[in-house]
Every structure is written in structure tokens, then in C-alpha cells.
């Protein structure tokens, strides 16, 4: 062995051996799989981006020898990886076709100027993302009673219709109905309100899903919520009751016939009409299981 020679089999004074054996020719012989950074030895992580598997190179770091010719590679057209052979489909996107390229000196400098983690990121890993964020968010927004995921406190019957009657416009008739009667005794009339409305209906389904056994009525800061600000310091009276009609009963004979049916309901509840200044009404009336009309009316 002569004194030249390093134990590796390599030229120690040249440095185109590696601690591997492997003969680098003066140049990188191998490429983070991940990031494709260039690294002289196969001893990952990668200081780059800190993946743990290397493989050989396939655009070496040319040698300073200016009469250098690199060797073609072949480069997907989709996403731009580089493969050494014309082996498709791509290992990175599986397009179908590669294209033969000799890289120059412009290519060479881009691909040692260094990758950012963001440009690991492609458009299947942002939309993943993306998707994960709004379910996270979604499933707390839930579980803080925010938002109602199907499945979660399912209400029994029907909100929109009782025995052929259209409920929104019962409701809308029991507005009516109670105002025309509270004007007859004298007593100004109640504003129908959209958040109000939002109230009474959350009640009035959480009532009739307790009674179901698939839910509960809302907590107050629930109600809160939906109320917004709308009745300032409170509501003045929540008032549910239920009522049953048999099969022929005139009072599901139309939307007006329900309500002035379900305004005797309220009135029974109530004890009659008082004047305590609230000006804001809300109702829901949601037909349950068991053939009732379940209703509630949030005054304020």
C-alpha cells in the first residue's frame, strides 16, 4: 500500500473518497429523498430539513473542472422532480411522462440555494390543512354550543309542518292573533323579533328533545347567544306549553285556525294579558313525535 493511498480506497489529498467508500468524483453523491438538498456523505438527518433518508444523487455537484459536461436527467413536467432515469410514472405527483434535460449552471445554483419548508408544502398538504383547521374549529365551536353538528341534540318530529299546517305560518298568525286580542283589552301590541324568535325556537326544540331523551334545553348562555342583546337585561317571560287535536279538530283546518288554537294555550298558561311594558315577542311551534304541538313564546 503506498503512502498515498487512505485506507478507504480513495485519495486522502485529493478528497474524492468518503468515510462510506463510496467515490464522490469531487462531487455530492447524495440527495435528501425529501428535499433533494445535495450532501457529500449518506449521513442523514439532513441539515436541511431533517429527513432521514438519502439516495444517491442524480445531479452531482459538478467539479470544478470547467470542461465538465453533467449528465442528462429526466424532469417531470407536472411538479418538477428529477429522476435519473426515464423510469415513469414520477415519484413525487405520478405524472406519466418525463422529460430528458441536461441541467446547467442556472439549475444548479437554484438547487443549491437552499429549500424552505414552505416549499415542502404542496396543494394536497394545504388542503389537508386547511380541512383539519375547520373541523378542529367546527368541533369546538360545537361543543361550546356554537354550532349544532348533524347528530347532536337531534330533534324528534317536525318544525316546518303539523297534520298538512304550515308551523311558520302559524307562528307568524300567532303573532297576529295575540296582538289583535291585546289590543281589544287595550294593551299596545308586541314587535315580532328575529333574534327572539332564534330564543324561543332553541327552547322549544331543546324542550322537545329532553322529552325525547336526544337532548336537553339550552343553557342560558345559549340562549344568550342568540338573543344578542335584543331584550337588554333579560327576558321578561318564557312561556312553553303544549296541545293536542284529534283527527278532524277544526283548529288544523289552516295556519290561522292553529294559532288562534294555540293563542287559548298561551292565554291559559299565562293567566290572561298584562301590561308590564315589554315590547318584543318571539314563538316556535314544532309539531313532536307523539302527535302534540309543542310551543314556546319568549316575551321581553
Request: charged residues 30%; aromatic residues 4%; glycine residues 10%.
Given at each position: 500500500m503506498s503512502g498515498g493511498d487512505s485506507p478507504g480506497g480513495g485519495d486522502a489529498a485529493s478528497g474524492t473518497g468518503t468515510s462510506d467508500g463510496t467515490d464522490t468524483g469531487g462531487s455530492a453523491k447524495w440527495r435528501c429523498a425529501w428535499c433533494d438538498k445535495p450532501h457529500d456523505r449518506n449521513d442523514?438527518?439532513?441539515?436541511?430539513c431533517?429527513?432521514?433518508?438519502?439516495?444517491?444523487?442524480?445531479?452531482?455537484?459538478?467539479?470544478?473542472?470547467?470542461?465538465?459536461?453533467?449528465?442528462?436527467v429526466?424532469?417531470?413536467?407536472?411538479?418538477?422532480?428529477?429522476?435519473?432515469?426515464?423510469?415513469p410514472p414520477c415519484s413525487r405527483c405520478g405524472n406519466a411522462g418525463l422529460e430528458r434535460?441536461?441541467?446547467?449552471?442556472?439549475?444548479?445554483?437554484?438547487?443549491?440555494?437552499?429549500?424552505?419548508y414552505l416549499d415542502l408544502l404542496n396543494a394536497r398538504y394545504l388542503v389537508g390543512l386547511a380541512v383539519a383547521l375547520v373541523a378542529g374549529a367546527v368541533l369546538v365551536l360545537?361543543?361550546?354550543?356554537?354550532?349544532?353538528?348533524?347528530?347532536?341534540?337531534?330533534?324528534?318530529?317536525?318544525?316546518?309542518?303539523y297534520r298538512g299546517v304550515d308551523l311558520g305560518e302559524t307562528e307568524a298568525a300567532f303573532v297576529a292573533e295575540l296582538?289583535?286580542?291585546?289590543?281589544?283589552?287595550?294593551?299596545?301590541?308586541?314587535?315580532?323579533?328575529?333574534?327572539?324568535?332564534?330564543?324561543?325556537?332553541?327552547?322549544?326544540?331543546?324542550?322537545v328533545s329532553e322529552a325525547a331523551g336526544t337532548g336537553s334545553i339550552p343553557s342560558g348562555e345559549r340562549l344568550g347567544r342568540a338573543l344578542d342583546g335584543a331584550c337588554g337585561d333579560g327576558v321578561e317571560r318564557i312561556t312553553p306549553f303544549s296541545r293536542s287535536f284529534a283527527e278532524g279538530d277544526p283548529a288544523v283546518d289552516s295556519p290561522d285556525a292553529l294559532a288562534a288554537a294555540l293563542v287559548d294555550g298561551y292565554v291559559d298558561e299565562t293567566g290572561g294579558f298584562s301590561d308590564s311594558g315589554a315590547e318584543l315577542v318571539g314563538v316556535d311551534a314544532h309539531a313532536g313525535p307523539e302527535g302534540d304541538v309543542s310551543a314556546t313564546v319568549f316575551v321581553c
Open positions: 442523514p438527518p439532513c441539515d436541511n431533517g429527513h432521514h433518508k438519502f439516495e444517491k444523487a442524480v445531479v452531482p455537484v459538478a467539479p470544478d473542472d470547467p470542461d465538465h459536461e453533467r449528465e442528462p429526466w424532469v417531470c413536467p407536472e411538479c418538477g422532480r428529477v429522476h435519473q432515469k426515464n423510469s434535460t441536461v441541467p446547467d449552471e442556472a439549475d444548479y445554483a437554484e438547487e443549491l440555494g437552499g429549500t424552505s360545537a361543543l361550546l354550543g356554537v354550532v349544532t353538528l348533524p347528530g347532536m341534540d337531534s330533534v324528534p318530529g317536525s318544525a316546518s309542518e296582538n289583535d286580542r291585546r289590543a281589544e283589552a287595550g294593551l299596545a301590541e308586541y314587535e315580532r323579533d328575529g333574534n327572539v324568535d332564534d330564543a324561543a325556537r332553541l327552547y322549544n326544540q331543546g324542550r
